[in-house]
């Protein structure tokens, strides 16, 4: 499996170099989300830019990842731009489970905005 992952302080970017998430992959890619969640990744951006297709497997993969960071930080889900996984999307009727931003940059500043809210709320209940 092909990927970079990018890590900063508050998020990192994974990135999958690979035309199909599909049953080969996404064991190995469920592997990889239970890896960084131990190893502390607060908030994750799955970027899917190079994907063109997503089976089932792979859709199982990504929804464990979100459930992964449910409690932890924040899931986003960028660059489902191919027309195959946009439509997998929307016949699963996961854009109503999945937070899905178009692009790295909005997944970026949505990971900062979240963290603000959570400094926010929990300075608040200090009260």
């Given at each position: 499996m092909k990927y970079t992952l990018d890590k900063s302080e508050r998020y990192s970017i994974f990135r999958l170099h690979e035309d199909n998430l599909n049953s080969i992959l996404a064991p190995d890619l469920k592997s990889e989300f239970v890896f960084f969640r131990n190893e502390g990744v607060r908030n994750l951006i799955l970027d899917l830019t190079d994907v063109k297709y997503v089976d089932s497997s792979g859709l199982s993969a990504i929804l464990t990842a979100n459930r992964l960071w449910k409690d932890h930080g924040s899931f986003v889900?960028?660059?489902?731009?191919?027309?195959?996984?946009?439509k997998l999307i929307e016949i699963s009727r996961l854009e109503s489970i999945l937070t899905i931003i178009p692009t790295v940059e909005e997944s970026i500043d949505y990971i900062f905005m979240e963290d603000i809210e959570k400094e926010l709320?929990?300075?608040?209940?200090?009260?």
């Open positions: 889900l960028t660059g489902a731009s191919s027309t195959s996984v946009k709320t929990a300075a608040g209940e200090e009260e």
